[in-house]
């Protein structure tokens, strides 16, 4: 069992930057790979971005250029760095990790773009 604590969201005006975390109980190493997903209010969760355990990562076309996703080893913890934020960047983030051919989630960090 996995259990995944995102945190790092919050309140930011349009252009604003925000960085998420989720910790991971288990060592990330280990992972086939971890992710970002997000969810809007009346909307589908949708992918946003994604690393690999060998190092590679995919993104939302929409958040590309804008959205890192980043890891720390040591720390059992994967990141996402948001920069240039927008409105339609509002949502409930959650951390996946993918683990012994299993899903796992965290239970969300909200992130609110507004003026």
């Known amino acids: 069992q996995v259990q995944l604590v995102e945190s790092g969201g919050g309140l930011v005006e349009p252009g604003g930057s925000l960085r998420l975390s989720c910790a991971a109980s288990?060592?990330?190493?280990?992972?086939?790979?971890m992710g970002w997903y997000r969810q809007a209010p009346g909307k589908q969760r949708e992918f946003v971005a994604r690393?690999?355990?060998?190092?590679?990562?995919n993104y939302l076309s929409s958040v590309k250029g804008r959205f890192t996703i980043s890891r720390d080893n040591a720390k059992n913890t994967v990141y996402l760095q948001m920069n240039s934020l927008k409105p339609e960047d509002t949502a409930v983030y959650y951390c996946n990790a993918d683990f012994k051919a299993r899903p796992y989630w965290g239970q969300g960090t909200q992130v609110t773009v507004s003026s």
């Open positions: 690393i690999f355990s060998g190092g590679s990562t």
């Open positions: 288990e060592n990330i190493f280990n992972m086939n790979s």
